[in-house]
């Protein structure tokens, strides 16, 4: 592993995974470890479940690797099987689980600003826990991981208009909730 391998797209890093070293997956794992386990810790509130989700998943995407399609986006790909494996979790378990908990808000040092984050951080969440998982997991993956409206679609494999209407959806249901508290 060479910092040149470090520098590669994501899809050139797969090609080269699936061609000629299938160490440099480490390389994968460290960029999307984390974004991947605060993504399903947003939708299943356990984090020890998310990490069991996130291993999971890098291990079927490392078994299934040879399918993926390098002219396609490897981020959207992978947070695909992260989201399929999330819904398993929450079949399993049989409960809605309210999005979140742990999501932490950028912020300086100054004590009053941080209260107010704070502060704003438990309404949201306390809005967050009243709207459907049908709206919570499009308006995560929009406003928390920052994935395009195309990306949604493909993770969630709804239409691009449905993910639009999701969201616009849960934006209104979070002011309405908002402004009853």
Known sequence: MTLKDK?????ELVDKIIT???????????????????????????????????????????????NFDIKKKFSSWIYRIVHNQVINIIKKYHKETPLL?????????NIEENFEIKEIKE????????????YREPLSLYYIDEKSYEEISYILR????????????????????????
Not at 123 to 134: D, T
């Open 7 to 11: 520098e590669l797209t994501d899809e």
């Open 20 to 66: 000629s070293d299938k160490n440099l997956y480490v390389i994968i794992i460290e960029r999307y470890e984390k974004k991947l386990i605060r993504y399903a810790n947003n939708l299943i509130k356990d984090k020890n479940k998310a990490i069991d989700v996130v291993q999971e998943s890098f291990i079927k995407a490392f078994i299934d690797l040879n």
């Open 101 to 109: 908990e742990g999501w932490d808000f950028k912020s300086e040092e």
């Open 123 to 134: 309404k949201v969440e306390k809005c967050l826990k009243n709207i459907p998982f049908l």
């Open 158 to 181: 709804i239409p691009i208009g449905t993910v639009a209407t999701h969201i616009n959806r849960a934006k209104k249901l979070m002011k309405k909730i908002c402004q009853k508290n």
